[in-house]
């Protein structure tokens, strides 16, 4: 069964300490791999899609990479203000209405 | 280009009674997606739209919900004789409909049945 697994549920950290947060996947054909943050009471937000093992990609504080089994949410020095839910979506190739399988995320929390 | 807009963002029925809820999309993109999600839970799907046409829809999706898309431009979602198993938030989403495109949510709607 195609899944989408991440880990940690939740996670504190300190203003500044830098951690991974993980996205697994089982589904067969990736097509693409998506990181969304979302605050609590809103919308999922965009933040990357990677498209093939090895990609990498940064944005301010965060960078994500992909392997053939899973992706990898960094987060760097981290500030209060990236406390979020952050989501991980696979889009895989044998889906012809191009659907998006999604994990449950990880509640980030940055405490000053 | 203002993005993906809901209406309303919150909404209180009683158990029992119809709702609809109506999502504009950032223009020039022909899909539209529905989803439903809990809390401590991902989006679940409900239904898509490629331009007016509702291409797929949940077999988890209960027959009172049902989905518009007229003229391939807003869509509305509505839920007859609601329950209050229905109680969560109802996200939009928009894209350009390519092979691997990325889907822009709205702020949703959340919908409280009491």
């Known amino acids: 069964e195609d899944q989408v697994t991440q880990s940690p549920e939740a996670l504190r950290l300190q203003e500044g300490e830098s951690s991974s947060l993980n996205c697994s996947y089982t589904v067969s054909g990736l097509r693409g791999l998506f990181w969304y943050r979302q605050d609590p009471g809103k919308g999922p937000e965009f933040l990357f899609t990677l498209y093939s093992a090895g990609e990498e990609k940064e944005k301010e504080r965060l960078k994500a990479t992909l392997t053939k089994k899973e992706s990898f949410l960094h987060i760097t020095a981290p500030k209060p203000e990236d406390s979020a839910t952050y989501l991980c979506a696979v889009q895989y190739a044998m889906d012809s209405n191009y659907q998006l399988i999604w994990g449950a995320g990880t509640k980030l929390i940055i405490k000053p | 280009d203002t993005g993906v807009s809901q209406d309303p963002r919150h909404k209180i029925t009683k158990r029992g009674q119809n709702v609809t809820f109506r999502c504009d999309p950032i223009s020039e993109h022909n899909r539209l997606y529905w989803y439903r999600q809990t809390l401590g839970q991902g989006p679940e799907f409900l239904t898509y739209?490629?331009?007016?046409?509702?291409?797929?829809k949940s077999r988890l999706l209960s027959d009172r919900f049902s989905a518009e898309r007229p003229k391939g431009s807003f869509s509305t979602l509505e839920i007859q004789r609601t329950e209050q198993g229905d109680s969560a938030m109802y996200l939009c989403a928009s894209s350009w409909g390519r092979r691997t495109d990325t889907q822009y949510f709205g702020p949703g709607t959340r919908l409280t049945v009491l």
């Open positions: 739209f490629q331009n007016e046409a509702q291409l797929e």
